[in-house]
């Protein structure tokens, strides 16, 4: 007797067992991406300078530098022009056929950057004592924040809509989801400097031209989802 009750405990579960519905994984990924204008302009000056005495070259570097700053500052504003100071090296000329010592260089560099770009633009044109090294735009952190999360609701939805869709192409009735995983990246196509830096000498107090141009921001979303015979549940 308890012999047949345990034969039929295990019928029980193994029929329970193959009544359950089958399920497969299937792994898919989707994404969503928005065209965001950069917004925060960054310009780099430096200057260089050499001479037969270290002191010299020194002085001649931090009163081009100290110059610049003082232009700078004028206009400095946190997060809309922020200013600080690049390097600042000296090193020793040699002379290619005796190896010996025989003059000093240096260089100094100033950053500035922020979303003001029209006063950054103008200062370009007040800087005489130090030139344009490099000009570029970016996204700015809220900028970029605020396009994620405009777009990630979209290439959720997505994701959502192809497990349904493979499901049914599969003959499956719905799907449960897995492992998910979300993540970000953002391209942004380089833009020509050099005439940028021309315009610099054509006139002392021009602001520089730019352009911004755009950036693409994109979420994707990738993971694994259980096949089901049983319909997805809204």
Same mark, same amino acid.
């Given at each position: 007797m308890r012999v047949?009750? =345990?034969l039929s405990v295990l019928t029980l579960a =193994? &029929? =329970?067992? &193959?009544a359950e519905a089958p399920r497969e994984r299937l792994s898919l990924s989707a994404s969503a991406t928005a065209e965001v204008t950069r917004d925060v302009l960054?310009? @780099?000056? @430096?200057t260089t300078r050499d001479g037969s005495e270290p002191t010299a070259v020194q002085a001649a570097l931090k009163q081009a530098l100290d110059a610049a700053l003082a232009e700078a500052r004028r206009v400095a504003k946190p997060g809309q022009v922020d200013v600080q100071t690049g390097g600042f090296s000296l090193y020793p000329r040699h002379d290619p056929k005796t190896g010996k010592i025989n003059g000093w260089q240096g260089s100094a560099e100033l950053q500035v950057e922020g979303r003001d770009t029209a006063a950054i633009a103008q200062l370009t044109g007040r800087i005489s004592t130090l030139s344009i090294a490099r000009v570029g735009y970016s996204l700015s952190r809220e900028a970029r924040e605020? =396009? $994620?999360a405009d777009i990630t609701t979209q290439a959720i939805g997505r994701y959502r809509a192809k497990a349904a869709d493979y499901a049914k192409q599969f003959g499956y009735g719905g799907y449960v989801v897995g492992e998910i995983n979300i993540s970000s990246d953002e391209v942004s196509q380089p833009r020509p400097m050099m005439a940028m830096r021309m315009v610099k000498a054509e006139a002392a107090d021009a602001g520089l031209p730019t $352009? &911004?141009?755009k950036a693409s921001v994109t979420v994707n979303v990738s993971g694994s989802v259980q096949l089901t015979r049983e319909s997805s549940p809204r």
């Open positions: 047949f009750a =345990a =193994a &029929a =329970a067992q &193959a960054g310009v @780099s000056f @430096s605020k =396009a $994620e $352009e &911004a141009g």
